[in-house]
Structures are given as structure tokens and as C-alpha cells.
């Protein structure tokens, strides 16, 4: 099972690091996806760390603000996501597939329950 945290109300400028922490056995083994859905909008794909190597992959829109990372000790994954804009306000969930990442939200097999970010003055 995942668990994501960390959302909450931030103003623009502002930074976040959302987790993902797993629970059960061979963390190692999985790559954890991050995506995200605004209200009204379809969920998008954001960022995946592969597992093992933890090779990092973004989407070309989240190039540079964001930031993803892993801490298999503690079995969690992060994503920092810097200089907050209220288009940045949405859902973001977490989601795990086995070994190899993917931007298809159909490819993972565990999914978290989300944790809202919201931006705003």
C-alpha cells in the first residue's frame, strides 16, 4: 500500500516535498510515479524514479521546478516541487509499478490516495 502526504496550502513562491512511503516488502524493485489532477482536468503524469538505479524521468512541463527522489531505507519516495504557482493546485498522487518506469497511468499497479496541494495568496 502507498500513503501520500505532505499537500497542504502554500503561497505562490512557496516550496513543498510530497512523500509516498510504502508499506510491505521489495520496495526495491518497484519504480513509483508521481501524477497530479487539477479540478477539471484529466490526471497527468509529472515525474518517475525507476527502481534499483533510481534513473529519474520528468514530463517536459515539469522540467526544473520539480524534483524527484527515493529513500529506500525509509521505503519512500519524494517529490520537491519549488517556486509554487497556483496552476499548480491539484491532487498529486503516487503510484508504483514493478521495476521499470512509465508516463501511462494504466502501466501501474498500486496507487496512493492522493494529498491535495493548494497555491494561493
Known amino acids: 500500500q502507498l500513503q501520500a502526504s505532505g499537500g497542504g496550502l502554500v503561497q505562490p513562491g512557496g516550496s513543498l516535498r510530497l512523500s509516498c512511503a510504502a508499506s510491505g516488502s521489495a520496495w526495491d524493485y518497484y519504480a513509483v510515479g508521481w501524477f497530479r489532477q487539477a479540478p477539471g482536468k484529466e490526471r497527468e503524469w509529472m515525474s518517475c524514479?525507476?527502481?534499483?538505479?533510481?534513473?529519474?524521468y520528468y514530463a517536459d512541463s515539469m522540467k526544473g521546478r520539480f524534483t524527484i527522489s527515493r529513500d529506500n531505507a525509509k521505503n519512500t519516495v519524494y517529490l520537491r516541487i519549488d517556486s509554487l504557482k497556483p496552476e499548480d493546485t491539484a491532487v498529486y498522487y503516487c503510484?508504483?509499478?514493478?521495476?521499470?518506469?512509465?508516463?501511462?497511468?494504466?502501466?501501474?499497479?498500486?496507487w496512493g490516495q492522493g494529498t491535495q496541494v493548494t497555491v494561493s495568496s
Open positions: 503510484a508504483a509499478k514493478y521495476i521499470m518506469c512509465s508516463n501511462y497511468s494504466g502501466a501501474y499497479d498500486e
Open positions: 524514479i525507476s527502481s534499483f538505479d533510481g534513473t529519474t
